[in-house]
Nanobody, 123 residues
Framework: QVQLQESGPGLVNPSQTLSLICTVS??????????WSWIRQAPGKALEWIGY???????HYSPSLKSRTSISRDTSKNQFTLQLSSVTPEDIAVYYC???????????????WGQGTQVTVSS
């Protein structure tokens, strides 16, 4: 069973870059056709997909966040990382990493999630 754990600073200064790490256990981030996402939920708002990195290292982003987002990975540590630049109070949210699995013939979207990490933007 794949498990995910987010880590990173809970407080970021405005205009700085938010960096979060998702550590994966119970499965490899290079496993064929598996996808690794970042998702957030701001107070009182719906879940918002930020982007994902594929098993082969390609990254895809939400159009609304694309200009400020970078998702990368460290296969030696089985981790993937979110960087969100130029943060503002609008980026205050609980940030989650999530896994989309491949069953050989079908995907299971967002089958596993981390517990989430609160990020606050304030000076």
């Amino acid at each position: 069973q794949v498990q995910l754990q987010e880590s990173g600073p809970g407080l970021v200064n405005p205009s700085q870059t938010l960096s979060l790490i998702c550590t994966v256990s119970g499965g490899s981030i290079t496993a064929y056709n598996n996808y690794w996402s970042w998702i957030r939920q701001a107070p009182g708002k719906a879940l918002e997909w930020i982007g994902y990195i594929t098993y082969s290292g390609g990254a895809h982003y939400s159009p609304s966040l694309k200009s400020r987002t970078s998702i990368s990975r460290d296969t030696s540590k089985n981790q993937f990382t979110l960087q969100l630049s130029s943060v503002t109070p609008e980026d205050i949210a609980v940030y989650y990493c999530a896994h989309t699995g491949w069953g050989g013939t079908y995907y299971t979207p967002f089958v596993s999630w981390g517990q989430g990490t609160q990020v606050t933007v304030s000076s």
